[in-house]
């Protein structure tokens, strides 16, 4: 009833909020996306999606067909690999960036490991920067980051807005230096804040440094500063600052993966993981703890 095809540019699409970025991770003309989607909505007899020329957002069904896109997938990608006898092994090195830490990154994980048990998986949990200068230096094979402005490289899993963020009672004195909570250098997120702020001709300090997000988070709970952080990945007890806080605009933030150079048994991997990750995609800015 459901075309994988279709289901994997919906969940492509779900993903990026765009159908023409869509287009471009899939490798499809932007007409294909749009016949895709218009096919899985009639076969499901319900809108997906709401669009205008401004925007594309997933209706109530369409948040309803997510789940069941990944597990048909996820059971059609099983039953593939199980009928031609391809097994996916060898080691992989994968880097994740510090903001999943807090999102259903694990759930990928382990699905991905019980569809591929001779795949030795090696996890690194690091900045953004430091993972793209480990995979540039040929010590990871697979990374999950933020990526760098200007960067071209890299396979958009979703776009986002990068926006501040603090304790809900936190209130700014215009008239003082704003307190930051950053990750220390090569901090895509610091250096964005620090670029911003200085753009705006606003005086800032730096309240707290950790390159750890618990660390940033518990900083930021106990009303310590503000930090720039994904808009959907705010972690649980922290809030988006108001417009009256009268900070800057951080502008958008790209999520994507990026491949290292390595070939053979580790670059199968690879792919076999970023596919379960563009899959699941919209899982890692869902931590489990309801709707915010």
């Known amino acids: 009833m459901y075309d994988p095809s279709h289901l ?30 218009r096919r899985l909505e009639d076969a499901a007899g319900r809108p997906l999606f709401t669009r205008d020329t401004h925007s594309v957002e997933l209706t109530d069904d369409g948040e309803a067909m ?47 490991r019980h569809d591929h048990p001779e795949v030795d998986l090696e996890l690194t949990v690091e900045l953004s920067g430091t993972l793209h200068e480990q995979l540039a230096g040929g010590k990871l094979d697979l990374v999950l980051a933020k990526r760098r402005p200007q960067d071209p490289r890299g396979e958009l899993v979703w776009r986002d807005d990068l926006v501040w963020i603090g304790a809900q009672r936190l209130r700014l ?25 200085d753009g705006q001709g606003r005086a800032w300090r730096i309240a707290c440094t950790s ?5 940033l988070v518990a900083a930021a709970r106990a009303g310590l500063g503000v930090m720039a952080h994904s808009r959907r990945l705010i972690p649980p007890g922290l809030v988006r600052l108001p417009e009256r806080a009268g900070l800057p605009e951080l502008g958008k933030v790209d999520f994507v993966l990026v491949h290292g150079p390595r070939r053979g048994t580790a670059q199968e991997a690879a792919n ?4 379960a990750i563009l899959a699941g995609g919209d899982r890692l800015h869902r931590d489990g703890t309801g709707p915010r």
């Open 8 to 37: 994997r540019t919906f969940l492509a699409v779900a993903q990026t909020l765009s159908f023409t970025q869509a287009a471009q991770r899939l490798g499809l003309r932007q007409s294909t996306v749009s016949q895709h989607v």
């Open 66 to 112: 997510l789940g069941f896109a990944r597990r048909i997938l996820e059971v059609h990608e099983q039953a593939t690999a199980f009928f031609t006898g391809t097994r996916v092994r060898g080691r992989l090195r994968f880097g994740a960036s510090e903001d999943f830490v807090l999102t259903r990154l694990p759930e990928i994980l382990e699905g991905f």
């Open 173 to 197: 004195d215009p008239d003082r230096p704003v307190p930051l909570i950053v990750y220390p250098p090569p901090g895509i997120t610091r250096a964005r804040a620090l670029e911003t702020l």
């Open 211 to 215: 390159g750890s997000l618990n660390g």
């Open 272 to 275: 076999a993981l970023a596919a």
